[in-house]
């Protein structure tokens, strides 16, 4: 499978303004999960398990590339920004930070995808689902301290996670299971909402920003609620 393979009309506009930019390079691996893209690298690497092409799913590697091309903050960006705070735990257990990195480059790649003429449910291959199991295990690990710290970090990521999930034919289940959080912590959801609006409404890439915003928030709320 060629680079080329995976370009079609839908995607050639995009594909040939970031070839001006940077040079690419496929590399194919039966370790990969799924598709996912190293924009450090010189040329770029994209890395695929699959030996077919797959328009979408390399489309939406190239959108990775194209919003960093643009200003989006990295997510060495976000943890630079937390050292020294007691978030820092609550963020990095999990590689917190760099999951809401990925969530957050969703929502603004996702208007992009679609326009481009691209179906809403070939945007990510893995569905966000949030279980009952899940919330009850939530709710259990809230009322122990010594599991409190890790209720923090997965209600955050499982909120964030909801909050950026852009497809329509998941809104019904996506906003019952955010009740459900709303429910279970109000003013630390209110926090990660916060967040998630000012930056699915901000008009740049500078998540380092609202990141910082929502750290300094998240650090007063674990002083006062004495998680830590």
């Given at each position: 499978?060629?680079?080329?393979?995976?370009?079609?009309?839908?995607?050639?506009?995009?594909?040939?303004?970031?070839?001006?930019?940077?040079?690419?390079?496929?590399?194919?691996?039966?370790?990969?999960?799924?598709?996912?893209?190293?924009?450090?690298?010189?040329?770029?690497?994209?890395?695929?398990?699959?030996?077919?092409?797959?328009?979408?799913?390399?489309?939406?590697?190239?959108?990775?590339?194209?919003?960093?091309?643009?200003?989006?903050?990295?997510?060495?960006?976000?943890?630079?920004?937390?050292?020294?705070?007691?978030?820092?735990?609550?963020?990095?257990?999990?590689?917190?930070?760099?999951?809401?990195?990925?969530?957050?480059?969703?929502?603004?790649?996702?208007?992009?995808?679609?326009?481009?003429?691209?179906?809403?449910?070939?945007?990510?291959?893995?569905?966000?689902?949030?279980?009952?199991?899940?919330?009850?295990?939530?709710?259990?690990?809230?009322?122990?301290?010594?599991?409190?710290?890790?209720?923090?970090?997965?209600?955050?990521?499982?909120?964030?996670?909801?909050?950026?999930?852009?497809?329509?034919?998941?809104?019904?289940?996506?906003?019952?299971?955010?009740?459900?959080?709303?429910?279970?912590?109000?003013?630390?959801?209110?926090?990660?909402?916060?967040?998630?609006?000012?930056?699915?409404?901000?008009?740049?890439?500078?998540l380092a920003e609202h990141f910082q915003e929502f750290?300094?928030?998240?650090?007063?709320?674990?002083?006062?609620?004495?998680?830590?």
């Open positions: 499978m060629t680079l080329e393979e995976n370009i079609n009309n839908q995607n050639i506009e995009l594909w040939n303004e970031l070839k001006s930019q940077f040079d690419f390079k496929l590399i194919y691996s039966e370790n990969e999960i799924s598709w996912r893209v190293n924009n450090e690298k010189r040329p770029i690497e994209i890395y695929t398990s699959s030996k077919t092409p797959d328009i979408p799913s390399f489309t939406h590697e190239l959108l990775h590339v194209y919003i960093e091309s643009k200003g989006m903050s990295s997510d060495r960006e976000l943890l630079n920004s937390m050292y020294g705070t007691d978030s820092f735990q609550i963020l990095t257990t999990n590689a917190l930070f760099a999951r809401i990195h990925n969530y957050c480059c969703h929502t603004k790649m996702f208007p992009y995808f679609v326009e481009m003429g691209f179906e809403e449910s070939s945007f990510i291959v893995d569905r966000i689902k949030f279980s009952n199991s899940s919330y009850y295990i939530l709710r259990i690990m809230f009322l122990f301290k010594k599991t409190r710290a890790l209720a923090v970090t997965d209600f955050i990521g499982h909120s964030t996670a909801l909050f950026n999930d852009n497809e329509t034919a998941n809104r019904k289940n996506t906003l019952k299971s955010l009740n459900k959080l709303k429910k279970l912590n109000p003013s630390l959801f209110k926090i990660v909402e916060n967040f998630n609006n000012r930056w699915r409404n901000s008009n740049d890439f500078n750290d300094n928030e998240l650090n007063d709320w674990l002083i006062e609620n004495k998680i830590l």
